[in-house]
C-alpha cells in the first residue's frame, strides 16, 4: 500500500519505486536470482535446468548481430593482431563462432551448458563458469552476450579472464536490457552499465580490468543502447 502511494506521489516526477531482491538488495549493485532447493541452498541442478529450458525454448533465437562481430573482429585484430584461438560462452545456435571464425581465421568455439550444444559446428556442451586445463592462458579473446545468465558473475568473469594469455580480450556485450531490473530466473544477473567497471575492477583484484566500453554499430528498436565492455588481462 506504502509502495502504491509512494507511486502516485513520484510519477508526476517522473520516478518510481520498485522492489528489488539477491544481493540487489543488500549491495545496491546488482541484482541475481538466486536458484534455492527447500533447505535454502544454492541448488545446481535447477539452475542447470532453468539454463536448459530456456536454451530450448529460444534455439532458433539469434541475439547476437553479424555487423556486430565484424567490428568487434576488427577491434581485436587492430588492438592484438591476428589470433589464434578464440571462445564464445553460451551461443545457442552457434552463429558467434561460425562470424568469428570467418571475419578471423581462426579457431574460435563455443560453448552451450544445454545438450542442443552436439547439434551446431564449432559448440561444445560446457557450463561457462567451469575451465578446461588446456585453455589456461591460452586464449586470445572471449566474447559472450550471455553474462547476464550466470549464477555467481564474480566466479564466471575470473575464470574466463583466467583462459586467456596476457593481454588477451574478454568482451562482454551489454545492454539496456541487463540492467537492475531485468534479472529474473533464466536472465539470473542485471547490473547497470555504470556499476559494471567498478564491479570488474572489485572482482579483477589487479589482475585485470576495463579496458574500453565500445557502442555497438548495430541495434535493435527495443534497445535503448548496447555495448560492449572490453576487459583486459594485466
Request: net charge negative.
Amino acid at each position: 500500500m506504502i509502495e502504491g502511494l509512494l507511486n502516485l506521489l513520484l510519477e508526476k516526477f517522473g520516478y518510481k519505486v520498485s522492489r528489488v531482491s539477491g544481493k540487489c538488495a543488500n549491495e545496491a549493485l546488482y541484482a541475481l536470482h538466486e536458484y534455492l532447493d527447500e533447505q535454502g541452498s544454492f541448488d545446481y541442478e535447477l539452475y542447470r535446468k532453468t539454463q536448459e529450458d530456456g536454451n530450448k525454448r529460444k534455439i532458433d533465437w539469434v541475439w547476437a548481430k553479424e555487423e556486430n562481430i565484424s567490428f568487434i573482429s576488427s577491434y581485436i585484430q587492430n588492438s592484438r593482431g591476428t589470433p589464434q584461438f578464440g571462445i564464445c560462452h553460451g551461443t545457442r545456435c552457434g552463429r558467434e563462432q561460425e562470424w568469428f571464425r570467418r571475419f578471423l581465421g581462426c579457431d574460435v568455439i563455443g560453448t552451450e551448458i544445454s545438450d542442443t550444444a552436439e547439434q551446431f559446428p564449432n559448440t561444445i556442451q560446457w557450463d561457462f563458469h567451469e575451465v578446461k586445463p588446456e585453455w589456461l592462458g591460452a586464449v586470445d579473446f572471449i566474447y559472450s552476450n550471455s553474462f547476464d545468465h550466470s549464477y555467481d558473475p564474480e566466479k564466471c568473469l575470473n575464470a574466463w579472464m583466467s583462459c586467456l594469455k596476457k593481454n588477451g580480450l574478454c568482451i562482454i556485450e551489454h545492454s539496456s536490457l541487463d540492467g537492475l531490473n531485468c534479472s529474473d530466473e533464466l536472465d539470473a544477473f542485471g547490473a547497470e552499465i555504470a556499476t559494471m567497471p567498478y564491479l570488474i575492477t572489485l572482482w579483477g583484484n589487479g589482475c585485470y580490468g576495463v579496458r574500453q566500453i565500445l557502442k555497438a554499430p548495430i541495434t535493435t528498436p527495443n534497445l535503448k543502447f548496447l555495448s560492449f565492455i572490453v576487459i583486459q588481462r594485466f
